[in-house]
């Protein structure tokens, strides 16, 4: 167990639809990340928080958003859902700033399927 | 830009013979490196990593990999595969200078370990 905690695990729904993915990081961690990871891309690094701010943004599309609150959970808000965003979304936390030589800690994910 | 090759996305072994898993990364300043392992149905976790203390890293579960510069690359090995090997396993890169160093990830190769 990661300590990484992600809800739902499994979330069906229809296109043009929009949804929320829930992370809730490993005790003490700061850093929250959120990744894509499908078939055809493999993974892909989404956006990182440090402390409730953004620290660094990455293959995010602007149907996309996130956000870390006070208490350290985040939320990845996906709307105007296409077929294509079908994939499995990872949290990973991390203690620290940077995610240069830090390890990451990974939740088991949540699986998207956009029908 | 700074990229992360994994050779062969799939490989396939018998169980007791070595598995060597590759990675080739490119980068402008000194590297980190990781190896990350996905079992089926979970989140990813760290096997090991180099940071520049040795270039032979010990990781988990018996695995190892050998940092060299000359080459680019930062294989993976065990000597012998067991079962319970069988997973995804991502080789990533930490890249960037200063507040801009991001995790670049491999497509992962997926090792098969047969009777």
């Known amino acids: 167990d990661s300590g990484v905690t992600q809800t739902p695990k499994h979330l069906i729904t229809a296109t043009g639809q929009r949804v929320t993915l829930r992370c809730s990081p490993r005790?003490?961690?700061?850093?929250v990340y959120w990744y894509q990871q499908s078939l055809d891309q493999g993974l892909q690094f989404l956006i990182q928080?440090?402390?409730?701010?953004?620290?660094a943004k990455g293959n995010i599309l602007e149907r996309f958003s996130a956000q870390q609150f006070p208490d350290l959970h985040s939320e990845l808000n996906l709307s105007s859902l296409e077929l294509g965003d079908s994939a499995l979304y990872f949290c990973?936390?991390?203690?620290?700033?940077?995610?240069?030589?830090?390890?990451?800690?990974f939740g088991s994910g949540t699986q998207l399927s956009v029908l | 830009a700074q990229s992360v090759t994994q050779l062969g996305s799939h490989v396939s072994v018998s169980e007791g013979a070595l598995v060597l898993l590759r990675c080739n990364y490119s980068?402008?300043?000194?590297?980190?490196l990781f190896w990350y392992v996905q079992y089926p149905n979970q989140g990813l976790q760290l096997l090991l990593k180099?940071?520049?203390?040795a270039t032979l890293v010990k990781g988990i579960n018996g695995f190892e990999a050998e940092f060299k510069k000359s080459e680019t690359s930062f294989h993976l090995t065990k000597p012998s595969a067991h079962m319970s090997d069988a997973a995804e396993y991502f080789c990533?890169?930490?890249?960037?200078?200063?507040?801009?160093?991001?995790?670049?990830w491999g497509l992962g190769t997926s090792l098969a370990v047969n009777p």
């Open positions: 928080y440090y402390n409730g701010e953004e620290r």
């Open positions: 990533a890169v930490s890249a960037g200078a200063g507040n801009n160093r991001k995790l670049i």
């Open positions: 990973a936390s991390s203690n620290g700033y940077l995610s240069t030589n830090e390890k990451l800690f």
């Open positions: 005790s003490g961690d700061l850093s």
């Open positions: 180099y940071t520049s203390a």
């Open positions: 980068s402008s300043v000194p590297p980190y």
